[in-house]
């Protein structure tokens, strides 16, 4: 399982921080989505850390243990959306998400 | 630039079959180097993968939904299709299409999702 805040409040031009945490966190990488309502949902975060082509560098991510984090740093309106991690069950197989966490812009 | 597009009915009855079909463009199944996957996500609720298809039809599935799924693809035209038999008002959701990223451990384009509701 992969345990997310259920939401997150910022202001804008603040950082935003989401975590993830799971126990095979440490073996497997992680991956961040943003999912706005009648868009097709959008990759933010690979393995862990890296940065899709065409995504703003205000959004980085890193890991610790059991838990990674998604950061946004200068959070702008346009970034409010639900934000899901993903990773792979205990054998490596199948693909599981987090909760989702709503980012919610002031 | 890679495009998904599910397409199918919204409304289905309980206990019938849910069908969905997924349309590539940008990109050619036939060529063998990604898995395609279905995604679902119910109002409100978080992500589940449900499975994912290769170009000669090799299969994986959720455990949890493996005994009413099955997954198909059409490489001649460029698609790749969902059944879900004996469906709930708990398959109510937006079922997203996907490919899965070389390595198939994450996901890297999405259609934009189709609501399917279970209801009499």
């Known amino acids: 399982d992969l345990t997310q805040p259920p939401s997150v409040s910022v202001s804008p031009g603040q950082t935003a921080v989401i975590t993830c945490s799971g126990d095979a966190l440490p073996q497997r990488f992680a991956y961040w989505y943003q999912l706005k309502t009648g868009q097709a949902p959008v990759p933010v975060i690979y393995k862990d850390t890296e940065r899709p082509s065409g995504i703003p560098d205000r959004f980085s991510g890193s890991t610790s243990g059991t838990t990674v984090t998604l950061t946004i740093s200068g959070v702008q309106a346009e970034d409010e959306a639900d934000y899901f991690c993903q990773s792979a069950d205990t054998t490596g197989t199948y693909p599981i998400f987090g909760g989702g966490t709503k980012l919610t812009v002031l | 630039h890679v495009q998904l597009q599910e397409s199918g009915p919204g409304l289905v009855q309980p206990l019938q079959t849910l069908s969905l079909t997924c349309t590539v463009s940008?990109?050619?199944?036939?060529?063998?180097?990604?898995?395609w996957s279905w995604i679902r996500q119910p109002a409100g609720g978080g992500l589940e993968w449900i499975g994912r298809?290769?170009?000669?039809?090799?299969?994986n599935y959720n455990p949890s939904l493996k005994s009413r799924v099955s997954l198909s693809v059409e490489s001649s035209d460029n698609r790749f299709s969902l059944r879900l038999d004996s469906v709930t008002a708990a398959d109510t959701a937006v079922y997203f299409c996907v490919r899965d990223s070389p390595g198939a451990t994450s996901f890297d384009y999405w259609g934009q999702g189709i609501l399917v509701t279970v209801s009499s």
């Open positions: 940008g990109d050619s199944i036939s060529s063998g180097l990604y898995y």
């Open positions: 298809v290769y170009r000669n039809g090799n299969t």
